[in-house]
């Protein structure tokens, strides 16, 4: 497994993979396959245009032939929170699960969140019934600080969603 920043250049395979999560976890992400589809392509390349507020990474699979995974930090840059960034959009292809490729993209994000001067703090929500993306949070030292009831509507059907963070 290879991680790395994400470059516009990725645009099409990230599109891919994003499209994907959103099919087959649509409970699992704010955005939807609906919206997202009529995003072009070109919209994704400024989309990954990584900063020093965020980045992308990616887990490919097989050198850098398939990219597998991905992880988005976004950090607040006003200045009375810019000590804060958020963790989106963590995602990983089923046939790479099970295999640490998220632990290995979270590893990846944190130590860079924390070579990051000033960041002092990681935020992230995760739907409440997704047990196993809370036991990987929670084994890297994330703490639940509280739960938004029906943060979102899924259809007819609400999600809570578990607040979460990670001191630097």
């Known amino acids: 497994m290879y991680i790395r920043t994400l470059a516009p250049s990725d645009a099409e395979s990230y599109r891919a993979l994003r499209l994907q999560s959103l099919q087959q976890h649509p409970e ?17 390349r400024i989309k990954l245009d990584p900063s020093d507020g965020h980045f992308t990474l990616g887990a490919f699979l097989d050198g850098e032939q398939r990219l597998a995974g991905m992880a988005t930090l976004f950090r607040e840059s006003r200045p009375k929170i810019q000590h804060k960034a958020h963790v989106y959009a963590v995602y ?43 036991r990987l949070y929670e ?8 739960t938004e009831p029906k943060a979102m509507k899924l259809g007819s059907e609400y999600l809570d969603e578990d607040l979460m963070v990670l001191m630097l």
């Open 92 to 134: 990983v292809d089923p046939d790479a699960r099970k295999h640490g490729t998220g632990r290995a993209l979270m590893l990846e994000l944190i130590a860079r969140a924390k070579a990051a001067p000033g960041l002092e703090l990681l935020t992230l929500t995760v739907t409440s019934n997704n047990v196993p993306a809370k």
């Open 28 to 44: 699992a992400f704010l955005s939807s396959y609906e919206s997202e589809v009529k995003l072009s392509t070109e919209t994704t």
């Open 139 to 146: 084994s890297l030292g994330f703490i639940r600080y509280g």
